[in-house]
């Protein structure tokens, strides 16, 4: 694969269902992301993997929000219970370097809420 | 905590003209500042980074720690320079976890 990939691109979900949310980072990539788009708020960061490590969750708004990442790969993103305001353009990004700022992003999910 | 401030949401310039973004953050530590940009239908991509001190695409910004700003310049710009800006903040030992600010779009315009 030549990028990130995120899969939906797009899901619209009645208010109160579940949703998952895939990313697929770059091969090797030993870092993951996720974050939120929503409008006029830029982007605020969810959560973070790193390695083995014990992932950072110091951005997730709520306790409805979760992410695992298996294998130190595929990553999901599930938002339980959805509201209307969590209705935003999730991004994920990965990297390999530590400490260059140079987090490759893919095409995001466009989350809609109804 | 770290926050960055991106008070402009739209910048209109003639082509040719100079291009400044601002960018100004806080953070008690010691900063590592980025430019991030989406063209239109494309993905969010590193645009520089203050540590590299490089021009890229005619870009240039200076971190300046007194003023606390990372501002991005261009002399000239160009129509194909349209798009979303984002300021990131990172931090040493961080990893490369960010906080971005609210975007600028900028506009060129013939």
């Known amino acids: 694969g030549a990028g ?7 899901k619209v979900t009645e208010k109160g269902k579940d949703v998952e949310l895939r990313c697929d980072p770059i091969s090797g990539h030993t870092a993951l992301y996720w974050y939120r788009q929503s409008l006029g708020q830029g982007l605020e960061f969810l959560i ?8 950072d969750k110091s951005g997730l708004p709520s306790d409805r929000f979760s992410a695992e990442r298996t294998g ?3 990553s999901t993103l599930t938002i339980q219970r959805t509201q209307q305001e969590d209705s935003a353009v999730y991004l994920c990004a990965s990297s390999l370097e530590q400490g260059s700022g140079k ?12 | 905590a770290q926050r960055v401030t991106q008070p402009e949401k739209l910048l209109s310039v003639f082509k040719g003209a100079p291009v400044e973004l601002k960018c100004n953050y806080s953070y008690s530590g010691s ?5 991030y940009v989406q063209y ?10 203050h540590i590299s001190r490089e021009s890229i695409k ?15 310049k261009k002399p000239f710009a160009q129509e ?28 060129v315009e013939l």
């Open chain 1, 103 to 114: 987090l490759f992003f893919g095409s995001g999910t466009q989350l809609s809420v109804l």
């Open chain 2, 58 to 72: 005619g870009f240039t910004a200076d971190l300046n720690k007194g003023e606390t700003s990372f501002h991005l």
């Open chain 1, 4 to 10: 990130v990939s995120q899969s939906p691109s797009n």
């Open chain 1, 48 to 55: 973070y993997f790193q390695g083995n490590s014990a992932p």
């Open chain 1, 72 to 74: 130190g790969s595929v």
């Open chain 2, 40 to 49: 239109s239908r494309q993905r969010l991509q590193l645009l520089l980074r």
């Open chain 2, 80 to 107: 194909e320079d349209s798009a979303m800006y984002y300021c990131a903040l990172g931090f040493t030992g961080g990893g490369n976890k960010l906080t971005f600010g609210t975007g600028t779009q900028l506009k």
């Open chain 2, 31 to 35: 900063p590592e500042l980025f430019w």
